[in-house]
């Protein structure tokens, strides 16, 4: 466990010092400041200095520490690390328990012309900088939110994992599963992804597939003597171009399915007709299909397009990852989505929620931030984004409810 005393250089000290006074949000009447405008201010100062903090996927030491150290300082709760992940929990007999998840990780930042330096700027209520969004403004929330943990109604977890950004199997959550699987335990999770302050819900699955289209080679010359594999290509990419995509309605939340051809390799010399084409293929599916249904329904499609026509031809799946459906059965959850005010989303993309649907834990995204943002040159998060959802989860975990959470633009 670092103490407090072991914050990187230039950190606040964790629970510390004041935040400086607020200044009314640009757009508010001059002395009128608004309610949420320290807990804001508060939030968007140490959303900077995580911002501060470099924690490229790999490199996420320095932050893991500055986190912990905060956690640390907070009464009553039971502090963990395990590499780079950190977890902090209270440890009383409330019946059930609600895990509020952030990766600590970024992208790398951005070279080129799109480079404008990656720390932290704030200026007018607004928090600029790599991973403002995604998700330094989440991770600050979910800190903040300890100060009130040992007063909640549910027994509160918050976990901060490492390398998000990158390759499934370096996630901090799968190794956090193999080695203390138990600190997972809880009856619903929340991840502080950017959602604008929307519940996003379950989320859709992704099947990678490798088609290959056989023909027989043969000179240009004589190509009746060869089955061109590249010219069969055009029935199968015919049947992609006019894919209709299914929505399928679940709970209320519209998940939009998408299949797309990704790349295509063949060709052996200017004078030989191919006898291969590799073809990539990408579907997201939504979670009412199994990773079966999903490889069926494309194998089925692409052969409508000619697929299969040729003793040669294969479909190898490269990866494949089921979604998660929307889990509003769960009653945190469900409070959850009554508090932001707003009609839950159904998630396109996917996300870690289905690494907790996949151990039989109802989870959602909900957390600061336009998703819109995520890796992009202009990061931002406003005082705003971070009080409202602040704000909210304070009441899900049975603090302060009965509070209406605040309508941020
Ligand atoms: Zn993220």
Redesign the pocket.
Known sequence: MVQPSEAPPGATPPGGSEPPSAEPPSGAPAGSTPPSADLGQRLLELAGELVNIPSVSGSEADIASFAESILCSRNNLEVVRLGDNVLARTKGARTARILLAG?LDTVPPPSGPAATGSGARIEGGVLEGLGAV??KGGVAVLLELTKEAAAAEVEVTVLLYAC??VGRARSGLLALARERPDLLACDAAVLA??TAGVVEAGCQGTLRLQVTLAGKRAHTARPWMGTNALHRLAGVLGVLDTYAARTASLDGCEFVESLQAVGARSGIAGNVVPDLVELDINYRFAPDRTAEDAIAHVRETLESGGFGGDPGDRLVVVDVAEGALPSFGSPLLASLATATGRPPKAKVGWTDVAFFAGRGTPAVNFGPGDPSL?HSPGEHVSAGELADVYTVLQGVIGVNRGTPPLRHG
Request: glycine residues 0%; negative net charge.
């Open positions: 990766h995604d998700m998000e950004e992804e950017p995520c």
